[in-house]
């Protein structure tokens, strides 16, 4: 239902931080939840396998979703953090989830297939150093933003936002590229031999597969993927490139 209604108010996007938003809503907000869900029900009768049922199975249900609303809400609103903390919840999540069920196994008499205390001991260790990890990444990216992010003017500013909302996905969030999607425009020889008019009417444009001077082999599709990216939104993303390409 959430990707459903995201498609129609977003129209047919293609790429960026909406796209990645669908995305999720989709393959871990409905096909992960039916799987957490139907799991300790289905692969027993189809593997042939002994998993007693646990209240310890909504644990990872109830994380999954509290993720996707951070990896969502983050994507939606540009919150670089949020989406990195839900990208970390989102892994943890499946760890957890498929170490419960590892949990879960018994034997035909009905005794555990693998002895509880070691069990526990590594997966508190797993999540224990998945948080510590997810904590230092967000630590890392929050300093960067402090001590080296973007200063300028309003239209720079808004610029920035913008561009994590509809370009990052491809282009990386530090704009140095993700190979086999999107250039580095950093080091863009093509953005540096543009004017702002000539840039703005390529992004207004795009650059199909068939075009000869696409080197990548992937769409850069109109307005970002972005249909509703207004003119002037297009000059700010513009002004924050500009920025941060001059030394």
Known sequence: IISGLMA????????????????????????????????PII???VLRINIRYSSLFYVP????????????GGDLSAWQDGRQWGAMLNALVLLL?????VRSLHTDSGQPLLPRRKFAMAGYGLIVTGFLSGVVLVSTDLDEKLN??????????????????????????????????????????????????????????????????????VEMPPRGGNPS????????????IRAKSTP
Request: one cysteine or more; hydrophobic letters at 45%; proline letters at 1%.
């Open 61 to 72: 249900l109830v994380l999954l979703h509290l993720s996707l609303f951070l990896r969502v």
């Open 148 to 217: 080296g992010g973007v200063t300028g003017n309003n239209s720079t500013t808004q610029g920035e936002r913008l561009y994590q909302t509809n370009c990052s996905a491809c282009h990386g969030v530090d704009l140095q590229g993700i190979t086999g999607l999107g250039k580095n425009l950093l080091e863009s020889d093509f953005v540096a031999s543009q004017n702002d008019a000539a840039l703005h009417r390529f992004i207004v444009q795009g650059r199909p597969i068939w075009d000869v001077a696409n080197t990548t082999g």
């Open 229 to 240: 990216l207004k003119d002037s939104e297009i000059d700010a993303i513009i002004a924050f």
């Open 8 to 39: 129609l108010y977003y129209g047919g996007v293609k790429a960026g931080m909406r796209y990645d938003a669908l995305l999720h809503s989709v393959f871990l907000g409905f096909a992960f939840s039916m799987i957490f869900g139907h799991a």
């Open 97 to 101: 989830f498929i170490g419960n069920m």
């Open 43 to 45: 692969l027993p009768s």
